[in-house]
């Protein structure tokens, strides 16, 4: 194989002053720890929404993460102006609520990153059903006005493709629509287990859905569903951490809390993949412990990450850990995320020795023994970057830039990796 010559041309990262460097490193190999980790930021998101809709629904663990506290506000508030800043979640689900919040008028802006990922086919749609939404700048792109409107039309199409985000957001306020909504899916359908969430939700306060073949169709809730609380499952996207720091220790046992093996979240599949990878996954009520397997010898792997595009970074920087390749496919979404996540990939494990090619929707890591230490990783204003490469601290000391990043989806994750015997320290 042919390795091209990467010149590392760290594009400009805006919106995001130089703050919080940290530089980590540990002496510890084996890890022992039990955690609490955030509900997840995306059952809250959908869940907020559907509170917003429906005031009988009472929640609890809900997610600290930045992200869903600037929903909560949206939500709560009365503004016309409303900022999300890097919410691209947010961004989505807000975008569809607004269009039914009927007599309500809002500008809906966010970061200059956000202002940059698209949120054309969404609009497009909504607009299909009657939705009074135009754009302020470029067309395609927020900054959008939303006039809040009654919807009677219900059948609709949309690309399959698309971020499951843009699907969920409709199918999240179908029960409020008149007659509901009849969503054909165009195509090959990406991020199925998302799509199942929001479903599960939906079924959770008593709306009525189906899923069959391309079509899915959500009927209206004509009353409002009877008082009741939902617990939120904590983050699997955030678990993956764990289970890469489990791969990369010599021998581990951390338990992590809260966490169902029969979950919602497309992200449990971190348990068969990590298990490829030498992590054994143990479910005791509502804690998930993770120990290393013996005498595990790690051997390249192939993932298809259609479904589970989040946990591409977490995965990739494990297997330069570990000193394995991988091929990983199924990764189209990530270059719209809150940075091009497959190019920041690119350039950062470059920096730390790694030989790695890029295509729009995959990612080849060629393995290797040896790592640069004392790098520093940037983060490109995205909490998963700052993550995903905390992990190589088991290996060499690394320094991640901006590393305050983590509030967006998990504000206490430098805390639990003290918890781990991490030496931080601000640089």
């Given amino acids: 194989m042919v390795h091209p010559f990467f010149k590392i041309n760290l594009p400009p990262i805006t919106n ?6 940290l530089l980590l490193q540990t002496s510890q190999s084996d890890l022992q720890a039990q ?29 600290n993460s930045d992200d869903s506290e600037v929903m909560q ?22 975008t ?22 698209p949120i054309k086919v969404l609009v497009e749609t909504l607009q299909q059903l009657g939705a009074q939404i135009s754009y302020e700048n470029e067309e395609g792109y927020p900054p959008i006005r939303i006039k809040g409107q009654k919807i009677t039309a219900h059948k609709v199409n949309i690309p399959a493709n698309v971020s499951s985000q843009y699907i969920s957001a409709l199918l999240l306020i179908a029960p409020k629509l008149q007659n509901g909504i009849e969503l054909t899916l165009v195509g090959e359908i990406t991020s199925i287990p998302y799509i199942k969430m929001t479903l599960a939700l939906l079924n959770e306060i008593g709306v009525e859905t189906s899923f069959e073949g391309n079509v899915i169709v959500v009927k209206p809730l004509t009353s409002n569903p009877k008082p009741q609380t939902l617990t939120v499952e904590s983050d699997w996207s955030s678990a993956s951490y764990f289970f890469s720091l489990a791969a990369l220790s010599n021998e581990a046992s951390i338990s992590i809390s809260s966490y169902k093996e029969t979950s919602l979240q497309g992200d449990s599949a971190l348990v068969q993949l990590y298990g490829e990878m030498g992590v054994e996954s143990k479910f005791e009520n509502d804690q998930l412990t993770l120990t290393k397997k013996l005498n595990f010898t790690p051997k390249d792997v192939t993932f ?3 479904n589970t595009p989040d946990i591409a970074q977490t995965i990739v920087v494990t297997c330069l850990g570990l000193g394995i390749g991988c091929h990983l496919t199924g990764l189209h979404t990530l ?4 940075t091009d996540r497959l190019e920041a990939l690119r350039i950062e494990l470059t920096k730390l020795g790694a030989y790695i090619s890029v295509t729009n929707d995959s990612l080849t890591l060629v393995a290797t023994n040896e790592i640069n230490s004392n790098v520093k990783i940037a983060t490109y204003n995205d909490h998963r970057m700052a993550m995903a490469f905390a992990p190589l601290a088991l290996k060499v000391p ?5 590393a305050e990043v983590v509030s967006k989806s998990y504000p206490d994750f430098w805390e639990d990796l003290k918890s781990l015997d991490f030496q931080i320290s601000k640089i």
């Fill in 304 to 306: 298809d990450l259609n």
């Fill in 35 to 63: 955690i609490a980790v955030t509900g997840s930021k995306s059952e809250t998101n959908r869940l907020l929404l559907l509170q917003a809709l429906f005031p009988n629904i009472i929640l609890a663990n809900t997610s």
């Fill in 398 to 402: 690394i320094i991640i830039e901006n």
């Fill in 96 to 117: 569809a609520y607004f269009a039914v919040n009927e007599g309500h008028e809002v500008f809906l802006t966010g970061s200059t990153r956000m202002k940059e990922r």
């Fill in 73 to 94: 506000k949206a939500l709560n508030g009365n503004d016309e102006l409303v900022d999300i800043h890097h919410a691209g979640t947010a961004m989505r689900f807000l």
């Fill in 16 to 21: 995001q002053p130089a703050k919080m460097n």
């Fill in 335 to 338: 270059k719209i995320k809150e």
